[in-house]
């Protein structure tokens, strides 16, 4: 069970380094190749429930080495993103036949795969950087797969960018190994927390703000956010959707979150930022989608107002934990946003997979975009999907805290839920009339395989309301909101479970 | 063809094969001196490098062929993670050093470091192979006299 955990990382390298290598009469069995080796990440990570611990990579122990580092949030992304993997992958098995060279794509697939679940579960914040750029330069050259113009130019901003950021959060992580003298997140935090005073402008809030800007921008959150509309809109479908549901959640969101949390929460209170940054990107993503005519590109901006309610709830939640009357309220910002997280990294990929089955088999069909309404619903928080539920247990936390700077990003946050709700309905009612004979003409010609991965997203949707059910809720999502809030008291926490 | 310096040919015919052993020896003895996987193939890929400057793509390239350097690139990556996968087998720990334990070998002496030199191999080649490979592409990309533009996919 402990060695699954450096094989999670090492077995997608290794299958995409033997699909590198297939001889060219070998390359039709490339598909069911990546199609085994994408079940076989998943069914790993399935198999890692529950289990906590520290794996020491070559024996080598934890100042010295590297080690990998697992916890039951960790767990939770894991089991999402190897889920959304192995969706894109059956999906894109059909729809890559329209582009060349599938096998590269698989490749780069396959290293974009083992550089998130590095990610997930990488121990020292050096390696996790060294993972994010594994997956981030593997997604600089998916969304550009299509090598059309406008793919290129998309591909060669988020590149460019990319890089800036990635430099930033290096300086980040550099000034960080020279005030202290290591990389080891868990190593750090302890020091972290031991300073006895934190002066208004150390260098420790330099490291904080350079290490994290990174991670900002993975995460595509508001100041740093404008990459994101243009890779998701030009990339292939399964790009889009792989880049939206995994990547920018686990090397951004998880990243960011395990940085804050792991690292500087000992000494710097950074859940009010994180929360800014958050209620930010709710406004600035729901502004921008209102004058957005294009589908892609507007669900873009929505996805950046859905990451802003995640970084909301979670910031609120650890600025909540240190005051003492409202245990309520943390709980509802905290699990409130890891069940946005796992609608996040369930409704966007649905989206996005869906207006990728309308363009096939005719690639530049792109007039008439295959809505998901299930996604889209979800998305826009309509109440029989769990979309609904996420965002308004996180609403009600900013309600309920009796602050009135959490008044304000409830009222801010209410009211960019309410338009995203009229808007997208009422665009997609207006889409439906027109188009609705467009639609039964397509679902006939889309295979089975491409059917299988928009159901089950779909059927998620709603049933992951089934998360909410005590048995489960006790088992999956309370550890995992315990293990990303700062450990204190232990009498705020607890007692509303 | 016609417009190389002849002086240029020569010793670079001449001095290639030298370069080459150089970055062998820079990677063999990576764990005891300066050195390692990383420099010793960007030497190695030196000797192939030299090649393009001073004879041209084809004469690189009928030493080092486009789809061989892509062979190689993933192979070398690949040989790294076997070993590390061998720890996994042999002694129950990615990654772990199982060739020392078995065989230490005398200390400060060439076979001394278990899967350590296997590894600065695989480096070394993973690295050869994708630095020449960027200085082909770099050199493809080149607009100007050069008359020998052909598609690389045909070699």
């Known amino acids: ?497 | 063809m016609k417009d190389r310096s002849l002086i240029a040919v020569i010793i670079s015919r001449w001095v290639s094969p030298f370069i080459f052993l150089y970055g062998v020896h820079l990677i063999a003895y990576g764990h005891l001196s300066p050195g390692g996987g990383f420099p010793g193939g960007v030497v190695l890929a030196c000797s192939f490098i030299l090649a393009l400057l001073a004879r041209g793509k084809l004469a690189a390239l009928k030493r080092m062929p486009y789809v061989f350097a892509k062979k190689l690139d993933a192979s070398g990556a690949f040989i790294f993670l076997l070993t590390a996968f061998a720890g996994l087998i042999f002694a129950r720990v990615f990654f772990l050093n199982f060739l020392n334990q078995i065989f230490p070998g005398q200390e400060l002496r060439l076979f001394s470091a278990g899967t350590v030199m296997i590894n600065n191999f695989a480096i070394g080649i993973k690295i050869c192979a994708s630095i020449f490979l960027v200085i082909l592409f770099i050199s493809a990309l080149r607009v100007g006299k050069d008359t020998e533009m052909k598609t690389m996919e045909e070699d």
């Open chain 1, 1 to 497: 069970m402990n060695n699954l955990i450096p094989i999670l990382v090492a077995f997608p390298l290794a299958a995409g380094f033997i699909l590198a290598l297939l001889p060219g009469k070998w390359l039709k069995s490339a598909d069911s190749i990546a199609l085994v080796a994408s079940s076989i990440v998943f069914l790993m990570a399935a198999a890692l429930y529950g289990y906590e611990g520290i794996y020491e990579i070559g024996g080598w122990s934890s100042p010295v080495g590297i080690n990998l580092h697992i916890d039951s949030f960790g767990w939770l992304m894991l089991i999402a993103v190897s889920f959304v993997g192995l969706s894109v992958m059956l999906f894109s098995i059909n729809y890559m036949k329209t582009y060349t060279s599938r096998n590269r794509y698989y490749v780069l697939f396959f290293m974009m795969t083992a550089g998130i679940n590095g990610t997930l579960l990488a121990g020292d914040i050096f390696n996790r950087f060294v993972y994010v750029e594994l997956a981030a330069i593997a997604s600089y050259v998916l969304v550009g797969f299509g090598c059309g113009a406008k793919e290129l130019t998309a591909a060669l901003k988020y590149a460019v960018l990319g890089a800036a950021a990635s430099a930033v959060s290096l300086f980040g992580i550099a000034f960080l190994y020279a005030l202290y003298g290591t990389v080891d997140m868990a190593l750090l935090g302890e020091v972290i927390s031991g300073l006895e005073t934190v002066y208004p402008f150390s260098p420790l809030h330099l490291a904080a703000g350079l290490a994290i800007t990174g991670f900002v921008f993975k995460a595509a959150a508001f100041p740093l956010h404008i990459w994101q509309p243009d890779a998701l809109s030009a990339a292939p479908a399964p790009v889009s959707a792989i880049v939206s549901g995994a990547l920018i959640s686990s090397t951004g969101i998880y990243a960011l979150l395990r940085t804050v949390n792991t690292v500087f929460s000992g000494a710097l209170r950074l859940g009010p930022a994180v929360a800014a940054i958050g209620l930010f990107s709710v406004a600035a993503g729901t502004l921008t989608a209102s004058g957005t005519k294009e589908y892609k590109r507007k669900i873009s901006y929505y996805s950046i107002s859905q990451v802003g309610y995640i970084l909301l709830g979670f910031g609120f939640a650890w600025h909540l934990i240190y005051s003492e009357s409202s245990a309520a309220a943390v709980f509802l910002a905290g699990s409130g946003a890891i069940f946005h997280l796992l609608n996040y990294a369930v409704f966007t990929p649905l989206i996005f997979l869906k207006s990728g089955a309308a363009e096939y088999p005719e690639k530049r069909d792109r007039d008439f975009p295959g809505v998901s309404y299930a996604g889209i619903l979800s998305l826009a928080g309509v109440p029989p999907f769990a979309g609904f539920i996420s965002k308004a247990m996180i609403i009600a936390a900013c309600f309920i805290s009796g602050t009135y700077s959490g008044f304000a990003a409830g009222v801010i946050a209410s009211a960019a839920a309410v338009y995203t709700l009229i808007s997208l309905t009422r665009s997609n009612i207006i889409n439906f009339r027109i188009k609705r004979k467009k639609a039964r003409n397509i679902s006939g010609r889309i295979p089975l395989l491409m059917k299988i991965p928009i159901w089950s997203l779909s059927a998620l949707c709603i049933l992951l309301w089934l998360l909410f059910i005590p048995v489960l809720r006790e088992r999956i999502i309370e550890p995992a909101r315990l293990s990303i809030m700062p450990q204190v008291r232990a009498g705020v926490e607890g007692s509303l479970r």
